[in-house]
């Protein structure tokens, strides 16, 4: 694998899920790979899993790494072409990235959506940058439409938990005051959508996805029924992608709020969040709290899915 930006990437993913599940079971059974490599990691937004449970998967494969939060200590950088930088910013993206690709062998990337152009956002114009001027494997720590680390690991847990063949996986908007990228949602929908378990959204009306993540799935604009039969519940805001509201917070009231008596609709759900996750808003204590919340060892198969996507970019330098 030369770069891991989305779920094609990945290959097939029964295949992905085995070598999951065999790191898992040893996670330092490779722990020569990574010698004498580096992976860096640049942060242009606040991150606690992805920094955690990406440095812990390169450290279980012997490797160095650099972390580096863009926003502390480093140069304020200009990000677009052709402009005079006579203003606050002293780099430019583009002497900052091949830079940055000297001194390491993969680099991971966190860039989040700005959420105020759609078109510049969908184009992925970070991390593709990267791509191409970092000479270097990269992988998106969450790039601005998708978070493929999260994906797969979600996808690990829902493999680990399944009770059926074929679960039912209702991923349903919840409610937050701020305004969040649609990368989460997006992303778990493209992953799921490869499988073949029955998949819905639901989610308030002007809250729709783009039709490419979208996909196969059934969208559903009552929550209640939606939740009918679930076998697993994935919670998680974003802010409208239709214009002409796209990156707008549409409505925080707490209708969409997952609580124990929509919980008590499903068939005994699992409950999943990626976190950080604001309670009460998006989900209340006890569902949070309940031996049916996932959200931790969500969490934890962070660093699998980390570490299986790193060991094969190892596998191709
Ligand atoms: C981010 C998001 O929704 O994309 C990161 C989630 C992993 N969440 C927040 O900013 C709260
Ligand atoms: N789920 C996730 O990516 O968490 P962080 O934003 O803390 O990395």
């Known amino acids: 694998m030369r770069h891991f930006t989305n779920v094609q990437d990945i290959g097939p993913l029964d295949r992905a899920i085995a070598d999951a599940l065999e790191i898992k079971h040893d996670r330092f059974a490779f722990s020569d790979l990574g010698r004498n490599k580096t992976l860096m990691m640049i942060f242009f937004n606040s991150s606690l899993r992805t920094r955690l449970s990406t440095q812990k998967a390169a450290m279980n ?45 993969v680099i991971g990337v966190r860039s989040f959506a700005g959420l105020k152009d759609k078109a510049e ?18 992988i998106s720590m969450e790039a601005a439409t998708r978070h493929p680390l999260q994906s797969f690991a979600d996808l690990i847990t829902i493999e680990e938990h399944k009770k059926v063949e074929r679960p039912k996986i209702v991923m349903t908007w919840a409610p937050h005051p701020r305004a969040l990228p649609q990368a989460v949602p997006n992303s778990f929908a493209e992953w799921i959508n490869a499988t073949d378990y029955e998949f819905v959204i639901a989610q ?37 992608y239709r214009d002409p509201n796209y990156g707008k917070v549409l409505r925080t009231d707490r209708e969409w ?15 999943m969040h990626c976190l950080p996750v604001r309670r009460g808003m998006i989900v209340t204590d006890d569902v949070i709290e309940a031996p049916t919340s996932l959200v931790i060892p969500e969490a934890a198969n962070r660093e699998i899915s980390a570490q299986t996507v790193l060991k094969r970019v190892l596998e191709s330098l």
């Open 61 to 105: 494969l012997g490797m160095n790494v650099i972390v580096l939060d863009v926003n502390q200590g480093a140069w304020k950088l200009e990000t677009e072409r052709g402009v005079i930088m006579d203003g606050d910013k002293a780099e430019h993206l583009l002497e900052a990235i091949p830079v940055m690709g000297c001194y390491c062998d």
């Open 121 to 138: 956002d969908y184009e992925e114009r970070i991390i593709n940058q990267f791509i191409r001027y970092s000479g270097r494997p990269v």
């Open 204 to 240: 308030p009306e002007g809250y729709e996805l783009a039709p490419e993540f979208v996909g196969r799935a059934k969208v559903e604009y009552d929550q209640r029924k939606a939740l009918e039969g679930a076998h697993f519940v994935y919670a998680k805001n974003w802010s409208a």
């Open 257 to 271: 709020t997952v609580d124990s008596e929509k919980m008590a609709l499903t068939d005994n759900a699992f409950f």
